[in-house]
């Protein structure tokens, strides 16, 4: 069974870094792309990033770029999001999911999420 | 930018009534090569991730019931529950996989009446 394990969130002040991790287990963690996803409390879904089965794509939402950094183990099997000059508008809940076999953009498995919430 | 609309915020419908929801993408998720639309839907209920219902806008994931089915191309799709049932309450999102980066719609929000 696909088990995604989101943890590292917590309250961080503005312009401080924050480490989150996802392991996955029960499925060939290094055959799919991998997603973060966040929900601002109370919000809709934002896409964040996305890294491929063999990290060799990497993409970003604008609203990330150059402050957040996706990269994965493989023999491992755990993905790591470092967010660094983090301001209050990254607070919400990040979710890792996995990318769907017919496509790496379809979002098969979700974790439970981690909480971050940037504040002074 | 694909900036998705869905409509509307909110519905209450009946136990075993029909509910129909809508999403808009600003530009055209079909893919003319393989002649697919770039779509999916989510459902998440209150205090769950996101799952995963159907995907290249018309495709039932495995498990999901078949009550639910999704409609569309181009850049109008629906989503369509036949049969409400109480465990349907929840927030549907649908999420274009066109770009490079993926958006998703501001949601509609389902209760019962």
């Known amino acids: 069974q696909v088990h995604l394990v989101d943890s590292g969130g917590g309250v961080v002040q503005p312009g401080r870094s924050l480490r989150l991790s996802c392991a996955a287990s029960?499925?060939?963690?290094?055959?799919?792309?991998i997603h973060w996803v966040r929900q601002a409390p109370g919000k809709g879904l934002e896409w964040v990033a996305v890294?491929?089965?063999?990290?060799?794509?990497?993409y970003y939402a604008d609203s990330v770029q150059g402050r957040f950094t996706l990269t994965r183990d493989n023999s491992r099997n755990i993905l790591v999001l470092q967010m660094n000059s983090l301001r209050p508008e990254d607070t919400a809940l990040y979710f890792c999911?996995?990318?769907?076999?017919?496509?790496?953009?379809?979002?098969?498995?979700w974790g439970q999420g981690t909480l971050v919430t940037v504040s002074s | 930018d694909f900036v998705m609309t869905q409509s509307p915020d909110s519905l209450s419908v009946s136990p075993g009534e029909r509910a129909t929801f809508n999403c808009r993408s600003s530009?055209?998720?079909?893919?003319?090569?393989?002649?697919?639309?770039?779509l999916a839907w989510y459902q998440q209920k209150p205090g769950q991730p996101p799952k995963l219902l159907i995907y290249?806008?018309?495709t039932r994931e495995s498990g999901v019931p078949d009550r639910f089915s999704g409609s569309g191309s181009g850049t109008d799709f629906t989503l369509t529950i036949s049969s409400l049932q109480p465990e349907d309450v929840a927030t549907y999102y649908c999420?274009?996989?066109?770009?490079?980066?993926?958006?998703f719609g501001g949601g509609t929000k389902v209760e019962i009446k």
């Open positions: 999911a996995r990318g769907h076999s017919d496509s790496w953009y379809i979002l098969d498995s």
């Open positions: 029960g499925f060939t963690f290094s055959s799919y792309g």
């Open positions: 890294i491929s089965d063999d990290a060799s794509k990497i």
């Open positions: 530009q055209s998720v079909f893919n003319r090569s393989n002649k697919k639309n770039y």
């Open positions: 290249w806008a018309s």
């Open positions: 999420q274009q996989y066109y770009g490079r980066q993926i958006t």
